[in-house]
């Protein structure tokens, strides 16, 4: 027996923009956000021009901006950001590809770099099956130092997280992977499906 899947990157995906920054800027404001950037300017530099780079930096961004805060006070950002992006931020068409999925009986996730902490509210706002997302690691005290849970779910992170996950739930099912991406962070998720489709900024067509 066959089971279809389809795995939706987010930020540049079902979202018209990244909203790592916004969300940041949205917990800490924009003059903190604008100090942080300026002191990690050096890892966001060499991540412009080398993408294995790119978790260093984020890492380095997520500790100038987070680290210290109360994992709870950050969910509760998360919570009220979700319903902007939801609200203002999604695209039209590629809501209408997730909802065709539905109608087809296919199971939905998110699969993306994006924080846990608004892209877990987001998806239940969606009514996916799952939400794999980058997450914020807590210390005993309820704080976050502004490390990651794990890996940055982008890249190979990204094959591996939706495997285990099917693995989980669909055995001894076989899945039938349809994968929207829209960057280099993705290239490994398209590469994994049956039916890939990269994103472009236009609206998808069919």
């Known amino acids: 027996m066959t089971t279809g899947v389809a795995a939706f990157d987010f930020d540049g995906t079902l979202s018209t923009r990244d909203n790592l920054a916004p969300f940041l800027r949205a917990v800490v404001g924009p003059r903190a956000l604008f100090r942080a950037i300026m002191l990690t300017a050096p890892h966001l530099a060499r991540a412009a021009v080398d993408d294995e780079r790119r978790d260093i930096a984020k890492v380095a961004m997520l500790r100038r901006v987070l680290g210290g805060r109360e994992y709870a006070e950050i969910e509760r950002h998360g919570v009220e950001f979700s319903a902007e992006v939801v609200r203002r931020h999604l695209r039209d068409d590629m809501l209408a590809?997730?909802?065709?999925?539905?109608?087809?009986g296919?199971?939905?996730?998110?699969?993306?770099?994006?924080?846990?902490?608004?892209?877990?509210?987001?998806?239940?706002?969606?009514?996916?099956?799952?939400v794999l997302a980058t997450e914020l690691a807590v210390g005993d005290d309820g704080r976050v130092s502004g490390e990651l849970a794990g890996a940055n779910v982008r890249r190979r992170e990204k094959v591996r997280r939706l495997e285990a996950w099917m693995a989980r739930e669909l055995a001894p099912d076989r899945a039938v992977l349809w994968a929207y991406g829209d960057s280099a962070g993705d290239r490994e998720l398209l590469a994994r499906a049956d039916y890939p489709v990269r994103i472009t900024r236009r609206a998808l067509l069919g």
């Open 97 to 104: 590809r997730l909802q065709w999925h539905r109608e087809e």
């Open 106 to 130: 296919h199971m939905t996730v998110l699969v993306s770099a994006a924080l846990g902490s608004y892209l877990r509210p987001v998806g239940a706002a969606l009514g996916v099956d799952a």
